[in-house]
T-cell receptor
Framework: SQTIHQWPATLVQPVGSPLSLECTVE??????LYWYRQAAGRGLQLLFY??????ISSEVPQNLSASRPQDRQFILSSKKLLLSDSGFYLC??????????????FGPGTRLLVL | QKEVEQNSGPLSVPEGAIASLNCTYS??????FFWYRQYSGKSPELIMS????GDKEDGRFTAQLNKASQYVSLLIRDSQPSDSATYLC???????????FGKGTKLSVKP
């Protein structure tokens, strides 16, 4: 089964600083990868998804960007953080061979606080 | 736009009771349905998947699917305080293989 790794677990950053969150996947090849944000007490907001190396789709216009330099690596970045970027960032992966039968698994998440 | 609706709760049940969590979805063509549990401050974890009409049981959990009514539910028998969490319903929603999540139902099991 696949395992999703994320780091760091917690991050406190000043407004205007850059951001880089990394996610790596073990146990599967060519997964679909996802970045979500969850504001306190709110639902999951899909930010980006990727079906392969270099292929990124953005779900919402925002201050963030994503990259997939390797098959099992997914990076979320920002050049200048805003207060509204605070939240719980979750990376998720889904194996593709199973089609619609495949479940999605989440990493442990990064809690970001922008001050 | 494809949607997944859940009652936000909180749903409060006594220990040992059956907790019933409900979810409706808008896309009649949806084929796969998942339930996730999310403890406060933690990431969601998959607890059940269901693909065919009817019931699917796994331990104390039973998922029920009715595609005609576009309704999926999760029953938790013999609820324990450790079941207190937010339960997210997710539906496979389209050609890109993205799950569409409901906003979750918060369950509280009282000792």
């Amino acid at each position: 089964s696949q395992t999703i790794h994320q780091w760091p677990a917690t991050l406190v950053q000043p407004v205007g600083s850059p951001l880089s969150l990394e996610c790596t996947v073990e146990g599967t090849s060519n997964p679909n990868l996802y970045w979500y944000r969850q504001a306190a007490g709110r639902g999951l907001q899909l930010l980006f998804y990727s079906v392969g190396i270099g292929q990124i789709s953005s779900e919402v216009p925002q201050n963030l960007s994503a990259s997939r330099p390797q098959d099992r690596q997914f990076i979320l970045s920002s050049k200048k953080l805003l207060l509204s970027d605070s939240g719980f960032y979750l990376c998720a992966g889904r194996s593709t061979p199973g089609g619609h039968l495949s479940a999605q698994y989440f990493g442990p998440g990064t809690r970001l606080l922008v001050l | 736009q494809k949607e997944v609706e859940q009652n936000s709760g909180p749903l409060s049940v006594p220990e040992g009771a059956i907790a019933s969590l409900n979810c409706t979805y808008s896309d009649r063509g949806s084929q796969s349905f998942f339930w996730y549990r999310q403890y406060s401050g933690k990431s969601p974890e998959l607890i059940m998947s269901i693909y065919s009409n009817g019931d699917k049981e796994d331990g104390r959990f039973t998922a029920q699917l009715n595609k005609a009514s576009q309704y999926v539910s999760l029953l938790i028998r013999d609820s324990q305080p450790s079941d207190s969490a937010t339960y997210l319903c997710a539906v496979y929603g389209g050609s890109q293989g993205n799950l569409i999540f409901g906003k979750g139902t918060k369950l509280s099991v009282k000792p």
